[in-house]
């Protein structure tokens, strides 16, 4: 299973809470999942906000640590794998379209 995440988005947070009972109950149920998250630090609406607060993009990080600590103060177990979408830009550029 794969869910997206937006650290920007706080809103995810009752998604991130269905999706935990999900995969807990299908655990439960005998069913195994690796759970990935792709974190999206990177978006044409985080540009955009930054350009109005004057910021450097790379603040979406502080929403990231919010939402794992919100997370984690709810109990909702933590995906195995975590990747950022700015990790593969330069994947995406080089690719041919």
């Not at 985080?46 to 984690?72: C, H």
């Amino acid at each position: 299973m794969v869910r997206r995440l937006r650290p920007a988005a706080p809103v995810a947070l009752a998604f991130a809470l269905i999706y935990d009972v999900l995969r807990r109950y299908l655990a439960f149920c005998g069913c195994s999942d690796r759970h990935v998250s792709n974190i999206t630090d990177i978006e044409d609406k985080l540009i955009e906000r930054a350009k109005v607060e004057r910021r450097r993009v790379r603040f979406a990080s502080t929403y990231e640590g919010r939402w794992w600590e919100a997370m984690d103060a709810l109990e909702v177990e933590r995906p195995i794998v975590s990747s950022h979408a700015t990790e593969y830009v330069r994947w995406w550029l080089s690719s041919p379209s």
